[in-house]
């Protein structure tokens, strides 16, 4: 069974930084690109970025490019993401995605 645990989400001031991780199990994990995708409230599903198996190729929405970084560690079966100068726009619920399996989610909150 494929789980796909995310954490570090939180109240942040706009400018701030947080680090969202996930943590996954029930597949082979370095066989599978991984994503972001939020969702805000009342808003549909957004994809954020991607990253491919090795770690070696990844990919940004837009408005995250320059600020948001993801990145993988094949080794502790985890995904992350890095971001910074956040901004309200980036309030949402994050998860993490392995073809059609995603988390519970974790809240981030951009607010002064």
């Known amino acids: 069974e494929v789980q796909l645990v995310e954490s570090g989400g939180g109240l942040v001031q706009p400018g701030g930084s947080l680090r969202l991780s996930c943590v996954a199990s029930?597949?082979?994990?370095?066989?599978?690109?991984l994503s972001w995708v939020r969702q805000a409230p009342g808003k549909g599903l957004e994809w954020v970025s991607e990253?491919?198996?090795?770690?070696?190729?990844?990919s940004y929405t837009p408005s995250v490019r320059g600020r948001f970084t993801i990145s993988r560690d094949n080794g502790k079966n985890t995904l992350y993401l890095q971001m910074n100068n956040l901004k309200p726009d980036d309030s949402a619920v994050y998860y993490c995605?392995?073809?059609?399996?995603r988390g519970q989610g974790t809240q981030v909150t951009v607010s002064s």
């Open positions: 029930g597949f082979v994990f370095s066989r599978w690109s």
């Open positions: 995605r392995c073809g059609d399996s």
């Open positions: 990253i491919d198996h090795l770690g070696a190729t990844t």
